[in-house]
């Protein structure tokens, strides 16, 4: 593989049920790719919480996932309400998900500190009332 | 220990994918929130939990998990149980509570502290 791939989705936030959709379909191309399955793991995880995120945070927004020899790289891309301090929001039991979210499995405050966790570098870029970027990678080399 | 030998412990009713009891987990980990699952990976574990959406699936897929046990008698929807056999995760329900479950698997020799360092 010698040029760049890319994968693009849009999350729709208006869907819970369906919410991880795109992570599972990275999974399936990175299988694709041959790329080695704790690689995978890690990088689908990643990716899954930031889709989560973006679905129960910010009504969702866009990802990027790009291939290439020595890195995946996955951006997150979204135009909720932003994240007010971004050290409080990377503690382990941060969360300021509600009760209803609560009742779906998540708000725990784990997310983003497992995306940090599984990949060798994460950047968080953050404005509030105008939106979230989150950039990850995983290197392959 | 086999999925099948999780089944009798647990006295539990099969959903989907009979034909993957005969597979072996050698990790467990029960929770009803999915961050907290997906902090830990461990190899080929089951997953306890009361929870019922399809991001419960989800997260068993993220982590390559083989089998998911709903407890206190939750039933999966059709939509998981389609998610789950795309991804050939066995799905039992038992009548027993997380606590119970959790520690009759443990004490049969289960144990949960199977981190693999990432
Ligand atoms: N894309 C986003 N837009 C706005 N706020 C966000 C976004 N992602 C995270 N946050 C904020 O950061 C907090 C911590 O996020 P994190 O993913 O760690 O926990 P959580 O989503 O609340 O719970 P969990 O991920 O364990 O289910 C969130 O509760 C929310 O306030
Ligand atoms: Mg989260």
Redesign the interface.
Known sequence: MSEALTFHFDVDGAD?????QA??QV?KNLRLLGIS??II??V??AM??GE?NMVIHAGGGEADVTVTEEEIVISLRDHGPGIKDIDQAMQEGFSTASDRI?T????????L??MK??TDHMEIRSELGKGTDITMRVNLK | MKISTIQELLDAEVICCEEDLSRHVYSACGS?????V??Y?KDQAVLL?G?V????V??A????MNCIVFVRSKMPTA?MVELAKESNIVIMATKKRMYEACGILYSNGLVGNRVKS?
């Open positions: 819970f049920t369906s919410a991880g992570s599972v999974k399955p704790d793991r890690r689908s995880i899954y919480e989560i609560r779906l499995g998540f708000g725990a405050g784990m997310g500190p497992n966790r599984y | 009803d929130m999915m961050s907290d997906l902090a990976v939990t929870l959406n399809s991001q419960v989800r997260t897929e993220m982590m390559d939509e990432v």
